[in-house]
């Protein structure tokens, strides 16, 4: 009786073993791609192999890890194309924050100068932000001003 139970046990370890094989495998594919639900897909699959298999010390922590990176570049990617130099002291370093979902402005980020502190609500894809439902009008501001004088 405990042999067969061993036994089912151990079959049952290495097809646990042989699909985090195949989650690695995938994984480490993806690497390059940039496709983030797809890199997200793989992280989920990953740690739930790696969890099933009983956590082995494989790496897959590491592997985890890179895809997490991964997937945290490829999202601040179309905020570090679209930044200039700060608008107040023309600093080019900036500390971005998550994206942020506000529930009636979309996905959004804080940027913030590293030189001067200056802090900016930031939209990557301005098309997202529905203006026509939140500001009732839209004006030009005269030539060699801001909105704060």
Not at 25 to 45: C, G, V
Not at 90 to 112: A, C, H, K, P
Not at 114 to 130: M, N, P, R, Y
Request: with cysteine; glycine share 6%; charged share 30%.
């Amino acid at each position: 009786m405990f042999e067969r139970f061993r036994k089912e046990h151990a079959e049952r370890l290495a097809q646990r073993t042989e699909r985090l094989a195949a989650a690695r495998a995938t994984a480490k594919h993806l690497l390059d791609h940039d496709d983030i639900p797809q890199l997200a897909t793989a992280l989920r699959t990953l740690k739930a192999a790696w969890a099933d298999a009983q956590h082995p010390s494989d790496g897959t922590q590491q592997l985890c890890s890179q895809l997490r990176d991964r997937i945290d570049v490829l999202k601040r990617r179309p905020y570090e194309q679209a930044l200039r130099p700060c608008t107040q002291c023309g600093g080019r370093d900036f500390r971005i924050s998550d994206e942020r979902n506000l529930e009636f402005f979309g996905d959004l980020r804080l940027v913030v100068c590293e030189s001067c502190g200056l802090t900016q609500i930031f939209w990557a894809d301005l098309g997202k932000l529905d203006s026509s439902r939140y500001f009732s009008t839209t004006f030009r501001v005269p030539e060699g001003g801001g909105p704060f004088r």
